[in-house]
């Protein structure tokens, strides 16, 4: 009885010591440089420069040109946006983006919050950073990091940004935020180099937030911006105070569980934990998840492959560059709208929004950098470290109903085991934060709101 007992207790311990250092397993990683040429020898500059966004009537010259001088091509007879942008609506678009839209006025817009630059491993990293007004003398805003993704950009974040800080309710979190331009998008440096993946993105992240004097934050993502921020939580899990995504496709290695969830899940939901909205995203398989993977995903396959020959043309082409961001905002805000002739664009965003999204690809000439980080983070395979990893940080998900992948509560435990909330959204897709800002600060005030000591009233 003793020789059993001393056995239970050792086998207890080993199994302990591995959950231990599971739990404890925290993503490696290494300085890069990533400017032009070889590292300097000297210091970096790590001072914070105010940068202004600005346009010039020669920037404005050029794209009209552009613009007179595209070729229409007539799309088929009752394709809508089944084969792509369609033309007719885009004749609309380019017609609005030519005589009425003012980017005079969007770019004051744009300059309504404080921006930054700041040289990080040999490149300017932008952000904005929002500080609440009028806040209790001794109190300061909860720092959040929000991150956005492809072909999306900082400016995802404009109507949640009031939201977060500026909240109408006493009793909610006023957040102090930082949106950063991930490296080769918007108005931040392309790297230099090959190589510059999500890890290196969460790593110059890091001394971003570091540089601002913030010793532990919380971080939100979508789109590249949940690998970004989920990277960071592996990097540092003591500095990531929280983490919330609306986005968490399945990673690493499924569980059994999982496994048997799809081939059971559809007829034995309870025994899965799914609920209606979990079947309804997954089953049949082979329609709901991979026919939509083959619908939406030939972009991947080339910006994973060769992004410069495609980017080229979209460089030179203000038409071309917004056909192909713009579809995106259609057809991954609701898969239905593949059957609408203009896509149901402005039903859930305006032209302004949207044609301010596709000017900052534009006046940077970022389209191509943007989507070389498809190639550093697919290219490669999915074998890295970090997506075979656990995230053990206090986690957050949104699950919008019109998301590219569906994700269950089942599948999002396994990567993140200390899923604290888990929101099944009304309405909404892939743009959550743009499409419905307030749903998503709703959701991220309940989030922290478990995790802060400050319990609201």
């Not at 991954?332 to 965003?349: A, C, D, S």
Request: charged share 25%; aromatic share 12%; hydrophobic share 35%.
């Amino acid at each position: 009885m003793i020789t059993e007992v001393l056995v239970a207790l050792v086998l207890g311990a080993v199994v302990y010591v591995l959950l231990l250092r599971r739990r404890q397993e925290v993503l490696e990683t290494e300085d890069g440089w990533w400017g032009a040429g070889e590292p300097l020898d000297t210091p970096e500059d790590d001072s914070i420069r105010p940068f202004k966004v600005e346009t010039s009537s020669e920037e404005m010259e050029d794209l009209y040109r552009r613009l007179d001088q595209t070729r229409p091509v007539p799309s088929l007879e009752d394709s809508q946006f089944n084969y792509g942008f369609n033309s007719k609506y885009l004749q609309k678009v380019v017609s609005y983006w030519r005589n009425e839209f003012d980017w005079k006025k969007q770019v004051e817009k744009l300059n309504r919050y404080p921006h930054y630059k700041t040289k990080i491993e040999g490149i300017d990293v932008h952000y904005i950073h929002v500080r609440p007004r009028n806040l209790p003398e001794g109190t300061s805003g909860v720092p959040l990091l929000m991150v956005h993704g492809w072909p999306g950009s900082f400016y995802e974040f404009y109507g949640i940004l009031p939201l977060l800080t500026e909240p109408k309710n006493p009793d909610d979190f006023a957040f102090e935020v930082i949106c950063p331009s991930i490296p080769g998008y918007g108005f931040s440096e392309a790297p230099h180099k090959k190589g510059f993946n999500s890890v290196c993105a969460a790593r110059v992240f890091h001394k971003l937030m570091k540089r601002l004097g913030f010793a532990q934050f919380y971080a939100h993502g979508g789109d590249w911006g949940w690998l970004i921020t989920t990277n960071m939580a592996q990097l540092q899990p003591k500095t990531v105070k929280g983490l919330h995504v609306n986005f968490a496709p399945a990673q690493g290695k499924p569980g059994a569980r999982v496994a048997l969830s799809l081939l059971l899940g559809r007829r034995f939901p309870k025994l899965f934990g799914f609920t209606q909205h979990d079947v309804e995203g997954l089953f049949p398989i082979r329609q709901k998840v991979l026919l939509e993977m083959l619908l939406e995903s030939g972009y991947m396959h080339i910006q994973a492959t060769k992004p410069d020959t495609v980017g080229r043309g979209l460089n030179d082409s203000p038409v071309g560059l917004a056909t192909y961001i713009l579809e995106k905002f259609s057809t991954w805000t609701n898969k239905e709208f593949r059957n609408l002739e203009n896509g149901g664009l402005e039903r859930n965003f305006s032209l302004d929004d949207l044609l301010t999204n596709v000017m900052i690809y534009w006046t940077t000439g970022s389209i191509i950098s943007s989507m070389r980080f498809y190639k550093e983070n697919i290219g490669g395979g999915f074998t890295q470290k970090h997506a075979l990893m656990a995230v053990y940080v206090p986690t957050g998900f949104a699950s919008f109903p019109n998301e590219l992948i569906h994700t269950p509560k089942l599948w999002a435990k396994q990567k993140y085991p200390k899923l604290k909330t888990h929101t099944v959204m009304p309405r909404g897709g892939h743009f959550a934060a743009m499409e419905e800002p307030q749903l998503m600060a709703e959701d991220i005030q309940n989030f922290v709101s478990k995790l802060e000591k400050r319990k609201k009233k």
